[in-house]
């Protein structure tokens, strides 16, 4: 009986030990959360105070002045949406291709070794060496001069990497189950890739695209060694431009107006949670369309 009581009595402060444990790990988790949460919120808070007073019609539709210290930013809206849309366009087709060749038509190989590695090669190299690459290769060697082609083009080799990645992920989640009933049911593979595994594998594949227009639009080194910094408006694909980024950070870096540049983060702010909605509320709109077929 002793003994019994003994090994009770240790087993119920281990009891106890292990859920006190359990408490302080579900603690720390906690505060770590809150702690980039109250971060996050500080600095969008910060800059929205700071630039949303600046932010009117005529900051909105007209062009850069003097150097940026008057004006608006219409024509950087537009440089950055151009260059965005031409990167997406080049980079989610390629990446997404890509990421179905890795996930649905081939076993794991030397192939696919390669390509995975040149892709997580590519994931870490610096903006500025991709903005050396391509003011080497497309504004000088292609001659296509400083220009929204060359800045997109730039920007569709940073962000191919993060679109094969989270698009092959989102394909390998899709169980295996909806592939056997295609099959079953005499479909071939790419019926079964299209009817099928690509529906379900859209969430996926639009939040990698979603991080990729984030990083097209907060790019800076890598668009003013390719796209210029002209504050002009752009005419055509071959036009130089300045994105929102490289003209906040011109504003800033050289003193020139320090409310136009806190003018413009606040609208990157905006402009950045509007695309996040629009692409959600539409993709949560197709997800819903689908489960009543």
Not at 18 to 43: G, M, N, P, Q, Y
Not at 65 to 81: A, Q
Not at 94 to 110: D, K, P, Q, S, W
Request: proline share 3%; glycine share 6%; charged share 10%.
């Amino acid at each position: 009986m002793p003994l019994l009581s003994i090994l009770l009595a240790r087993n119920e402060v281990i009891t106890i030990n292990s859920r006190t444990r359990e408490k302080i790990a579900k603690l720390c988790i906690w505060a770590a959360a809150i702690f980039v949460l109250v971060i996050l919120a500080f600095i969008i808070i910060y800059i929205l105070i700071k630039g949303l007073p600046i932010i009117n019609w005529q900051f909105l539709t007209d062009i850069p002045r003097n150097m940026g210290r008057s004006g608006g930013v219409s024509s950087t809206i537009v440089g950055t949406l151009l260059l965005t849309a031409v990167a997406i366009l080049i980079a989610a087709p390629f990446g997404i291709g890509t990421a179905f060749y890795l996930a649905e038509y081939t076993h794991e190989n030397i192939i696919t070794r390669i390509i995975r590695f040149s892709a997580e090669s590519l994931a870490g190299i610096p903006s500025i060496v991709y903005g050396l690459f391509g003011f080497i290769f497309f504004v000088i060697y292609l001659d296509m001069g400083w220009s929204i082609l060359s800045g997109g083009l730039t920007l569709a080799f940073m962000i191919l990497p993060t679109i094969i990645r989270t698009s092959e992920e989102a394909i390998r989640a899709v169980s295996n189950i909806y592939r056997e009933v295609s099959f079953s049911l005499s479909a071939t593979k790419w019926q079964t890739i299209y009817k099928v595994v690509f529906p379900s594998a859209l969430a996926g594949i639009v939040n990698g695209i979603i991080l990729s227009v984030g990083r097209c639009i907060a790019e800076t080194a890598a668009v003013v060694l390719t796209a210029g910094s002209a504050l002009r408006m752009p005419s055509s694909l071959f036009s130089p431009t300045r994105s929102m980024a490289v003209h906040f950070y011109i504003l800033a870096r050289e003193g020139i107006s320090m409310e136009n540049a806190y003018g413009t983060a606040a609208l990157l702010i905006i402009l950045i949670f509007l695309i996040n909605v629009v692409a959600n509320t539409l993709l949560n709109r197709f997800t819903a369309k689908r489960r009543q077929i």
